[in-house]
């Protein structure tokens, strides 16, 4: 089994910073992609940032310019750095991990965190 434990969430004013982080442990043999989505009541799910094994980012167009998503490898961990904060950012941040475990390095399961509420006051 793996856990992913998120932190950084918090309350905010517009136009601040907050700091996500988010450790992947457990049976892991690598991780493939890394991520974060995030998610406000009455509405899906919907992608924030992810980052694969090789470095590789794909953003949402929301948050182009403004969030980072970063990862060290050796600890299992990703970031998320959120600059420029709006309103309308405010949500559950869940963190997502596909995971290759060490019993078949060629299978994947994915695995979510219990996600971490950031709200922005405007």
């Known amino acids: 089994q793996v856990q992913l434990v998120e932190s950084g969430g918090g309350l905010v004013q517009a136009g601040g910073s907050l700091r996500l982080s988010c450790a992947a442990s457990?049976?892991?043999?690598?991780?493939?992609?890394m991520g974060w989505y995030r998610q406000v009541p009455g509405k899906q799910r919907e992608l924030v940032a992810v980052?694969?094994?090789?470095?590789?980012?794909n953003y949402a167009d929301s948050v182009k310019g403004r969030f980072t998503i970063s990862r060290d490898n050796a600890k299992n961990t990703v970031y998320l750095q959120m600059n420029s904060l709006k309103s309308e950012d405010t949500a559950v941040y869940y963190c997502n991990a596909k995971v290759r475990p060490p019993w078949n390095a060629k299978s994947e399961y994915e695995f979510w965190g219990q996600g971490t509420q950031v709200t922005v006051s405007s």
């Open positions: 980052i694969s094994s090789g470095d590789s980012r």
């Open positions: 457990g049976s892991i043999f690598s991780i493939n992609v």
